[in-house]
Structures are given as structure tokens and as C-alpha cells.
């Protein structure tokens, strides 16, 4: 058996890998061989071109990297048959992998295509399902209620949780939070840190105004991004005194404060799964923002907010990425028992909702059953 896999980005890395063990578990003669990141290749080598920090957000960065993704789909799809593997397995990035699945099948008809964690077409473009039917042969989604959605246009969809219940419960410290610290969590991509931190720190600012107690911290996803965030300190007048920059301690520091500032993307549903209150952040560049809300189907961007059907944290996008209205908002959780505990009961009910733990090991099985082996 062999697999040809692609994941984009660190997250998309951690889900192949994952993935590719549990596929390990249940054939262990499976060769694998691709283009993934760091752990990825920690299980199959060389055979893995390693591209994962390769990732962009927004539109601008796509139409600068326009070359380097165009070459990189070429060199895949010459690999891909070369190589003659018994599947292509794409797992998340769906702006290159869903391209690279729909010209994978167009020169190669008999080649199984699946796809590992569903691309949220529900809140942008549902109209591309029944396109995606003609292409792909599995999909495999994180959600139960996206599964009518791809089998009423024909393509065979499975529901197999969440891997962020796997990944998550390891990280579990049961410490006492902190009433007066507040978590500032920009996000995971140099773009994000550099719009999202300066409003984080400013509200933070307006927070020590009010309660001259309260203190800040941050985590960085890597040094490289940590020493931006301490240069957006600096040109803010602050250093580590006032917002000391951590890395890689997210899970801790969404434990322990009392609160926090969480960027829209997987970190808010990282923020529910420990129980953080918070509030949600997201800016981009302004054409960006302008073409992504006329696409968006649904009336709120974060996921905790999308699984729950309503606003269970505040969330502050663009032009309303305000200091002030996000220090108002960060100050009823932080001193009102009261509505720091409906959003965390309704943090419990979303990951309640997600089922149970074990989502690449159903994975794995669902991709055996549709190769027959």
C-alpha cells in the first residue's frame, strides 16, 4: 500500500502525522511519501517534502506566492504519477490541496482522492460540493453537522471528531486560574501577530487604566514571532515588565488567566476546550476583510460561536477591533461571576458536541474501508 499525503502549514503537519501513524497501526507495511512538515517527515524522511512553513493568509500573500504554489503543484502531480500510489491524501489547506485533488484526479480518473478535515465550504461557498463530488471519492469532517451537506451532492462524507480532543487532554494542568492576569494569544502567523498584537496590547493598556492590578502575559508560536512581538512592545513604550512573551505555552497560559484575547482560528476552539472566558480578535488586510464578508454565509467567525448557532464570545473583527470595547468586554468577565459562567458552561456544551476522542484512528479506518484493504 502506498499513500501519496499533503499537508500545509504546522497544524495541517500535526493532523498528517497523526494520521499517518494511525494508518501505521492498521497497515504496517503502508509507504507514504508527499509533502508535509517537520513531524511528518520524523515518520517517513526524505519522502516528505518538506514545505509546511510555507503557509499564508489573505489574499495579498496568495498572489505573491502565486509562482511558488503554481511550480509546487506541477512537481506534485508529476510525483503523484510517477509514484502511482494506491491514494492521494490531502489533509487540510484546502486553497492548494483541493486544486491539487481536482487536477490529480483529471489526469489520473482511477486514482482514489480523500480529503482529511473538511474545508468550511457551510460558511463560504457551498456551491463548490457538488464540483468537490465530481473529484474527490471521501471526504472526512470534524464536524456531524457538515455530513448532509456533502452526501446530498453525492460524495461520500465520514464524521470522525476532532483531533483537538486527542491532542488536548494530555496538556491538562488543573491549575487554579488567576483573577487578575488576562492571556494575550495573537495567533500562530507573522501576518496575524503583526495586525493583532498592537490592538491586544492597547486594550491591555486600557485595562491597567481601570485595574492597575491586573497583570498580562503572551505566547508566541515561535522565537521568531516572539521577537516581533517584542519589537510591537517596544514601539508601544512597554517591555517584558509589562507583557512578558512566553513560547510555545498557550495551553498553560489558557489555563491559568483569568481571562483572555484569543485570535479567530483553532486557538478559540483550543481557548473552549480549557474553559479560558474570552474574547475573539481577527483582523486582515482591508481587501481581504471586503471579499471574504461578502463570501461568508454565516454571522460569526469564530468556531466556538459557529458550533454553538450564537454568540458565546464576544468577537471583535476589522474596524470593531477597538481597544476600548474589547477592554469593556474583557472587564464583565473578569468581574461578573455571572457571565464568565454562562460562556463557560456554553464552552462545556460545544465540546460536548464534538463527541468523543479517537478521530485518526476512525480516520485511518474510514480511508482502509474506501481503498478495500
Not at 183 to 195: D, F, I, N, T, Y
Not at 347 to 355: P, R, Y
Request: glycine share 8%.
Amino acid at each position: 500500500m502506498k499513500l501519496y499525503i499533503v499537508a500545509g502549514e504546522a497544524s495541517g503537519d500535526s493532523r498528517g502525522a497523526e494520521l499517518m501513524r494511525a494508518l501505521r497501526e492498521k497497515m504496517p507495511g503502508v509507504e507514504f511519501l508527499g509533502a508535509g512538515g517537520r513531524e511528518m517527515r520524523a515518520l517517513a524522511g526524505d519522502a516528505i517534502f518538506d514545505w509546511a512553513d510555507e503557509a499564508v493568509v489573505g489574499l495579498w500573500d496568495v498572489l505573491k506566492k502565486y509562482g511558488y504554489f503554481r511550480r509546487q503543484l506541477a512537481r506534485m502531480l508529476d510525483e503523484i504519477t510517477a509514484a502511482a500510489p494506491d491514494a492521494l491524501v490531502t489533509v487540510d489547506y484546502p486553497g492548494f490541496n483541493l486544486r491539487l485533488a481536482q487536477a490529480a484526479k483529471a489526469r489520473l480518473p482511477k486514482l482514489k482522492i480523500i480529503h482529511y478535515v473538511s474545508p468550511q465550504v457551510w460558511a463560504w461557498h457551498r456551491g463548490r460540493i457538488p464540483k468537490m463530488a465530481r473529484y474527490l471519492d471521501l471526504m472526512l469532517c470534524l464536524f456531524p453537522f457538515e455530513i448532509p451537506l456533502y452526501e446530498q451532492s453525492g460524495l461520500h462524507a465520514v464524521c470522525i471528531g476532532h483531533p483537538l480532543l486527542d491532542t488536548l487532554v494530555s496538556q491538562r494542568t488543573d491549575a487554579p486560574r488567576d483573577a487578575q492576569l488576562v492571556a494575550l494569544l495573537p495567533g500562530s502567523r507573522s501576518k496575524e501577530v503583526r495586525k493583532i498584537f498592537p490592538v491586544m496590547l492597547d486594550a491591555a493598556v486600557h485595562l491597567r487604566m481601570s485595574r492597575n492590578r491586573l497583570r498580562f502575559e503572551a505566547s508566541a508560536a515561535s522565537e521568531a514571532l516572539a521577537a516581533e512581538m517584542r519589537e510591537i512592545l517596544r514601539t508601544r513604550g512597554k517591555d517584558d515588565s509589562f507583557c512578558p512573551i512566553t513560547i510555545g505555552t498557550a495551553h498553560s497560559l489558557m489555563q491559568r488567566a483569568g481571562a483572555g484575547m484569543v485570535c479567530s482560528g483553532t486557538a478559540t476552539l483550543e481557548a473552549t476546550y480549557f474553559g479560558l472566558p474570552m474574547v475573539i480578535l481577527y483582523k486582515v488586510a482591508w481587501l481581504t476583510y471586503v471579499i471574504g464578508r461578502r463570501l461568508l454565509k454565516i454571522p460569526w467567525l469564530g468556531l466556538p460561536n459557529v458550533l454553538a448557532g450564537r454568540e458565546i464570545a464576544r468577537e471583535f473583527l476589522q474596524g470593531d477591533a477597538e481597544p476600548s470595547p474589547i477592554a469593556s468586554e474583557l472587564l464583565q468577565l473578569l468581574e461578573h461571576p455571572a457571565t464568565r459562567e454562562a460562556q463557560q458552561r456554553a464552552q462545556s456544551e460545544v465540546i460536548a458536541s464534538l463527541g468523543e476522542r479517537g478521530a485518526a484512528a476512525r480516520a485511518a479506518a474510514a480511508i482502509v474501508e474506501a481503498l478495500g484493504k
